[in-house]
C-alpha cells in the first residue's frame, strides 16, 4: 500500500482515495495502514485520508461504489489506490464511462498484478506479490509443522514490487 500511495504522490496526486474492504481482512489491513504510511510519510495530515469502504472485494463493487460517488457529484479525488487490482479495475471502468481520462485528471494504482491489468485499455499501475515464493514458503511451513516443528516466531516477509504502467504514469 505504501508503494502505490508513494507512486500515486510522486506523480503529483494531492487527494487520494483509498478503496478497500470494510470487513477486517489482514491483508486490506495492512494495505490501508501503507496508504496511510505514504501519506505521513509525505508530510500530509489526516485530514488527507479518504477511504471507500466496501462490502464485497469484487469488480462490480468497486464499479457500483464509484458510480455512486461520481454520480453524487463532488469527485475530487485525482489519485485512487484500490487495495486490489479487480477493484482498480472496477473504478477504471466508471471513471472512463464518464469521460474522465486516465491518467491525466485521475491516476489509478491498484494491488496483485493479476494479468488482465496489463492488457486493460489504460494499463492499471499496481504491486507485484511474488506469490511462487509465498506458496513454496507456506508448503515447507506447513510441512514443518506436520513434523511437530513450531511456527517461526516472527512473520515471513516476502517483498513486493511496484510494476509502475500508464494508468500513473501515461
Known sequence: GCLATRELIDRGCKNI???????????????FEGYVRALTQKGLDASHIHVSYLDGLHYQDAYD?????????GFSYDGIFACSDWLALGCYKALAERGYRIPEQVKIAGFDDISITAFN??????????????????????LRS???EDAPAEPIRVPVELVPRESTRG
Open 65 to 73: 461504489e464509484m458510480v455512486r460517488m461520481l454520480d453524487a457529484g
Open 121 to 142: 485499455a489504460v494499463p492499471i499501475t499496481t504491486v507485484r506479490q511474488q506469490v511462487d515464493i509465498i506458496g513454496r514458503l507456506a508448503a515447507e511451513q506447513l
Open 17 to 31: 482515495l483509498v478503496m478497500t474492504s470494510r470487513k477486517p481482512i489482514s491483508v486490506y489491513m495492512d494495505r
Open 146 to 148: 506436520l513434523d511437530g
